[in-house]
């Protein structure tokens, strides 16, 4: 019995939509699951050379909960590219001001760094409070 490794294509791909509400989650475990979504990586279909992954919705990401001395200790850097112009914030401040950019980076941090990895990126939609503009997508809820 010969067997043949079946690699999808995109035309194989059906994409869906999924809701999840970040309220009193930890950070990190609803990065990871947010990833393999959007990744494709929970579909039998599954090839790492195609995007075979769904569209996240991600509400409330302001209320989103980080473990231990994080809040105060995790910074994040950015840089101009200008002499001296290395940028610093803490989690705490990112978390007041751009709660959905936190959320962003772990989930960024978590895909490919190659062009596969920015296209799945953009399935990822990331809100601070409870409403949200996809409705008509009838996105599924999951628990995480």
Known sequence: ?????????KE???KGWYLI????????RVAVKIANILRGKEK???????????FVIVV???KIRLTGNKLAGKVYYHHS??????????????LAKR?????RRAVRGMLPKNKL??????????????AHEHEAQQPKQISV
Do not use: C
Not at 83 to 93: F, I, W, Y
Not at 121 to 128: G, S, T
């Open 1 to 9: 019995m010969e067997m043949k490794t079946v690699h999808a294509r």
């Open 12 to 14: 194989d791909v059906t």
């Open 21 to 28: 509400d970040a309220q009193d989650r930890v950070l990190g």
């Open 44 to 54: 039998a279909i599954f090839s790492p050379h195609v995007d075979t992954g769904d």
């Open 60 to 62: 409330n990401a302001e």
């Open 81 to 94: 590219g200008y002499p001296g112009g290395l940028k610093a914030v803490t989690a705490e401040k990112l």
């Open 99 to 103: 709660p959905e950019e936190l959320l």
């Open 117 to 130: 990895g920015s296209k799945i990126f953009k399935k990822l939609k990331v809100y601070a409070g409870p």
